[in-house]
């Protein structure tokens, strides 16, 4: 598997901007950003990623509630995703890594190395 395609799942604009400019411009993929869980369930079957960040705190439907139901849809049942958390006390990525998640990586994220982050979680199951 080679990544081509990534969604960020995020409520701070800011923060899916910066993303969006780090995941096309150093890791070379395409990207689709969307601020809410809701959102990016819809978007799921038009886009198909590859990979998926999902920051964990949004209002309405949160991070991990969101991905219970990615689970759930068959799109996306084996799609594997990263949550995006300022939250990383060691029992919080425990609880993260149980649910099913990839990986974990904490915010502020910084730009340059994001794309490098999502590969070295991901280096089990990509090809490079």
Not at 13 to 39: F, P, Y
Not at 77 to 103: D, H, N, W
Request: proline share 5%.
């Amino acid at each position: 598997m080679q990544i081509e395609k990534v969604l960020m799942v995020d409520d701070d604009l800011s923060i899916l901007m910066i993303a969006e400019i780090s995941l096309s411009k150093v890791g070379k993929w395409g990207v689709r950003t969307v601020d809410s869980g809701n959102k990016a369930l819809a978007l799921i079957s038009e886009f198909k990623p590859d990979v998926i960040l999902l920051d964990v705190m949004m209002p309405g439907m949160d991070g991990p509630t969101t991905f219970q139901k990615l689970r759930e849809m068959e799109e996306t049942a084996r799609t594997p995703v990263i949550f995006m958390t300022a939250k990383v006390q060691t029992t919080e990525v425990a609880s993260y890594c149980e649910l099913g998640a990839a990986g974990v990586i904490s915010k502020p994220f910084d730009p340059l190395t994001l794309p490098s982050e999502i590969k070295q979680i991901l280096g089990d199951v990509l090809v490079h």
